[in-house]
């Protein structure tokens, strides 16, 4: 059994990564921000490996997701799956199943994080698992999304990330460098986020390295 795991940036992957470096039967692959580039990235993995191996028996895609949800705290790990199975190793790692919609941007504010909440009913967002659940379906694999909330409903990021991005949603660091040259304060909130993120992509890890053992 096989299984793919997709992540849209190293950072979420890097603590998982360090954990199964050299296991046989995960792959992982880092598909940019966004449906686009997740999708475009997909289709081309999987047009390799039908040249060579077998496609995954699973692909999971994982990373970071805002919180919706008040209940949903840093860290926790959140997920959606038909499959029974997966569900109950899910559970029993500590992962909880929630309704995660992918949107086409970041939520910065806890207004949008209310607004989205309002509209879709969701309990957390992310920006890629629309897309690969597609690719998947199209091909008859079995995908499930599992997330780890790195900002919580009820705090603001400290940048408006999507008018820092480039035409691929890729951060632009020019911008970002003068977003910190207008506003010096916001470096301390950004190191802040840093920690967190980090602390959220090893929990992520944690989960996702008892869903994926033997």
């Known amino acids: 059994m096989s299984t793919l795991i997709c992540f849209a940036l190293k950072e979420e992957a890097a603590p998982f990564q360090k954990i199964v470096a050299g296991k046989s039967g995960i792959s992982i692959l880092i598909v940019g921000i966004g449906r ?5 990235s997909v289709r081309s993995f999987l047009a390799g490996e039908a040249g060579m191996l077998a496609p995954p028996s699973l692909v999971l895609t994982c ?8 209940d949903l705290k840093l860290g926790e790990v959140a997920f959606e799956t038909v499959d029974e199975i997966l569900r109950a190793k899910l559970l029993a790692a500590g992962a909880k199943p929630a309704m995660i919609h992918c949107a086409d941007r970041i939520a910065t504010t806890v207004a949008e994080k209310q607004a989205l909440r309002a509209e879709t009913g969701a309990e957390a967002v992310e920006m890629e698992s629309a897309a690969i659940q597609a ?3 199209g091909r008859g694999i079995p995908c499930a999304t599992v997330r780890v909330i790195s900002d919580t409903a009820d705090e603001d990021l400290p940048l408006d990330f999507n008018a820092l991005s480039k035409a691929d949603k890729s951060l632009d660091f020019g911008k970002l460098a003068w977003a910190i040259a207008k506003s010096p304060r916001k470096i301390c909130a950004l190191m802040t986020l840093q920690k967190k ?8 890890a944690e989960v ?4 994926t053992s033997p």
Do not use: D
């Not at 990373?63 to 008040?70: E, I, V």
């Not at 993120?197 to 992520?204: E, I, Q, V, W, Y």
């Open 135 to 137: 690719v998947c379906a």
């Open 208 to 211: 996702l390295v008892k869903i």
């Open 36 to 40: 686009e580039n997740a999708e475009k």
């Open 197 to 204: 993120t980090s602390f959220a992509a090893g929990r992520l």
């Open 63 to 70: 990373g970071f997701a805002g919180g919706l949800n008040p």
